[in-house]
């Protein structure tokens, strides 16, 4: 299989459970709920989509013939200053990263010491494993909008917040380990402060909710 790859590149995880932590972002191109074309934004399923991942064209982009090209791309993009390599981490994003992320690739990213993160809108399944390896070691679930989820399960559900529907009410029976609410960014200042307020009192109001901030956008990191 091949992949179509926007970028890769290094940087702190600026959301969510591992905010802070250094990762290695492998962003696959294309996505099934949004063209990444501002012409098709209105209609889209997925109006708010913040993130460019259209073409090859990105840092570190490319179309890659194989896994093994792929991971030792992702490899050459972790610091070689960590000799030990135990804390090696890439966080596979998009786009929709689970329409290309195929089991080949998980293995050659573990074989190269990674633990492997997917970052996905929920409306494709996980690779089934290779038999007798490990398949994703950590899943976040965005859903979008009245796309139909097929991963209702996972490590965090990370929700867009405001959206109706999914509301997050909508959701939060489903089996994830950590919850988080994200404030919808948006062009207009004044609307992204209300939401990040209105994330505040929901997760305040509702204590199974913490609040996830892009702090990667705060301190100026990609």
Not at 167 to 195: I, Y
Request: hydrophobic content about 35%.
């Amino acid at each position: 299989m091949t992949y179509r790859v926007k970028e890769i590149y290094f940087t702190l995880q600026g959301e969510g459970f591992h905010t802070g932590r250094p990762a290695v972002f492998l962003r696959f191109a294309g996505c099934n709920l949004w063209s990444g074309r501002e012409r098709d934004r209105a209609t889209a399923v997925c109006t708010f989509c913040d993130t460019d991942f259209v073409g090859t064209d990105g840092p570190g982009g490319d179309t890659f013939r194989d896994a093994d090209g792929l991971a030792d791309a992702v490899l050459a993009a972790w610091p070689d200053t960590d000799t030990k390599g135990d804390s090696r981490f890439v966080v596979c994003t998009g786009g929709e990263p689970l329409l290309q992320l195929d089991a080949p690739a998980v293995d050659t990213l573990h074989d190269r010491g990674f633990t492997v993160a997917v970052e996905t809108n929920g409306t494709q399944p996980l690779p089934d494993p290779t038999p007798g390896r490990d398949g994703v070691d950590w899943v976040t679930v965005s859903p979008k909008a009245n796309a139909p989820l097929v991963l209702a399960a996972g490590d965090e559900l990370k929700l867009v917040y405001p959206q109706d529907p999914p509301r997050p009410e909508d959701v939060e029976h489903l089996d994830f380990t950590h919850r988080f609410l994200q404030p919808m960014d948006g062009p207009d200042p004044g609307t992204t402060a209300a939401n990040v307020g209105a994330a505040i009192a929901y997760c305040k109001a509702h204590p199974r909710w913490r609040l996830s901030l892009q702090t990667h956008k705060l301190v100026g990191l990609p």
